[in-house]
């Protein structure tokens, strides 16, 4: 029996080592290893649920990723994850969310989480909380973006009003 639980245990330890090289090709600058990385962290979501809090979290955090290519993969990954298993729907909403909320985090991934969250599949009878919930994140990503376009769209029309001072 003791050989039997120091075998699991450094098999628990060579499968961290493995998420930590996940984790290292999902912040690679080149695309190719990413998406691959991605996909791993994906189907090892679906088939294994061992560490799932950090899987999941490593796939989410790609739809903030510099390249269009990849945001876009991470959110069909897991739009096919939540597909494939329907109870992971919440978890994996509250953590879309959790990044769509983040301070400082750019627009494309406030994006790439709306669409994510727009096109989960609801069911009447047991997603009334979770409806709930979105609707709520829905309002307060607009709240944000109507409070982040005042100062914005101000400093734009400052910069077209220098610009045009400049030619004239």
Known sequence: ?????????????????????????LGDTVSKFKLKAMHTVADLLKTKAENEKILLTLLANKIGDIDNRVGSRAVHLLQTLVFEHSAMKAVVAREIENIAFRPNVGLRTQYYAVIF????????????????????????????????????????SKGAKGGKDKEA
Do not use: C, H
């Open 1 to 25: 029996r003791l050989r039997f639980w120091f075998f699991e245990d450094a098999l628990k330890r060579s499968y961290i080592d493995f998420l930590a090289i996940l984790e290292r090709d």
């Open 117 to 156: 969250l727009s096109n989960l599949t609801l069911l009447r009878d047991t997603d009334n909380a979770l409806a709930a919930r979105l609707i709520g994140a829905y309002f307060g990503l607009f709240e944000q973006m109507v409070r982040g376009a005042g100062p914005s769209s101000d400093k734009d």
